[in-house]
């Protein structure tokens, strides 16, 4: 199952961190330590076209398309946004205070992600 949308080149990330996940339960259980939340995302492309995903490190340690059950935090940004803050080339802090990434819910969860991102940084080619 790809978890890639043709209309976000930067989805294609979400398929990476999947596979980061499952790369061993060891691995699994440290992101479901580390995140403890469900973090969901919404991008939205150059043609205004929304659409979300979520990555759920509460239960599953798996990631989906949709929001997710009660998502702890909730970003909304670019997908060139995200693609670069996936590659590495953007800082989340700098993101939200330049008001290009809006965070619903509970902020300092959305700190724990960056473990996770950096993970999928050393697999994506993006």
Known sequence: MSLTNDKFPSSAAFDVIH???NASEA???DALKQGNAVFAFVLKNKA???DEWHID???KGAVGKGLGTKPTVTLSLSDADFGSLVA???NAQRLFMSGKL???GDVMKATKLDPILKKAQTKAKL
């Open 102 to 104: 809006k965070i619903k």
């Open 57 to 59: 490190l509460k239960e």
């Open 19 to 21: 596979k980061a996940l």
């Open 27 to 29: 691995d699994r259980k």
């Open 88 to 90: 590495g080339k953007a």
């Open 48 to 50: 205004g076209e929304t």
